[in-house]
């Protein structure tokens, strides 16, 4: 089955600079890697996804990577803002319609 | 577009207790995800339902844990009894299903839409 490492567990930058999440996850055949945002308290919601016949995707200020060869795809945030603070959640799927998660990270943006 | 809805929010009980958590997903969506979260953890996969169908419920424990999904539509998951362990929050998910263009087309996922929870304490 799917295994999905998340680093870093916690994340601290200033109002304005970048943040980068890494993921890494170890079935080939994975083809769709999403990120949730999950607000304290709050339901986790999708912020970007990507397939696997793209290498990155953009959207805003979020951007996600993905290397298959390495079996790795990272969240990039920029120009980061007090509202981006909150646990973010990686995944990739493993079997039909079943996603792994990963540990999540937490991101705090200090203004 | 009303989300995926969860009752009760809340849950408060004691140890070897029953409890029961009520799923209401977003209307069409024919596949219907319940996942625990524990403190400081991603989302766990307990069962999927495709339709009435439990397609997927290879992590839920069975000697405690039930579900049910009826009509194909609003879901319960039921936990008898229940444990201190199981503390944590029951979040009830669904999505549309993308069926694959043709044998050897990969199946496409779509996204999933969480529900608020259930945040369960058990005494």
């Known amino acids: 089955g799917e295994n999905v490492e998340q680093h870093p567990s916690t994340l601290s930058v200033q109002e304005g600079d970048s943040a980068v999440i890494k993921c890494t996850y170890s079935d080939s055949a994975s083809n769709y890697f999403p990120w949730y945002k999950q607000e304290l308290g709050k339901r986790p919601q999708l912020i970007i996804d990507?397939?696997?016949?793209?290498g990155e995707k953009k959207d805003q200020r979020i951007a996600v990577t993905l290397n298959k060869t390495a079996k790795h795809f990272s969240l990039h945030i920029t120009e980061t803002q007090p509202e981006d603070s909150a646990v973010y959640f990686c995944a990739a799927p493993t079997g039909f319609q079943k996603l792994v998660f990963g540990t999540g990270t937490r991101l705090l943006v200090s203004p | 577009e009303a989300g995926v809805v969860q009752s009760p929010r809340y849950k408060i009980i004691e140890k070897k207790q029953p409890v029961a958590f009520w799923c209401n997903p977003i209307?069409?969506?024919?596949?219907l995800y319940w996942y625990r979260q524990n403190l400081g953890q991603g989302p766990e996969l307990l069962i999927r339902y495709e339709n009435e169908e439990a397609v997927d419920d290879s992590q839920l424990p069975k000697d405690r844990f039930s579900a049910e999904r009826l009509k194909g539509v609003d879901s319960t998951l039921k936990i008898q009894p229940a444990e201190l362990g199981d503390s944590a929050v029951y979040l009830c998910?669904?999505?549309?299903?993308?069926?694959?263009?043709?044998?050897?087309?990969?199946?496409?996922?779509?996204?999933?839409?969480f529900g608020p929870g259930t945040r369960l304490t058990v005494l």
């Open positions: 998910a669904s999505s549309t299903r993308h069926l694959p263009a043709g044998p050897e087309s990969p199946e496409l996922y779509n996204e999933q839409f």
């Open positions: 209307s069409g969506h024919n596949t």
């Open positions: 990507i397939r696997s016949n793209v």
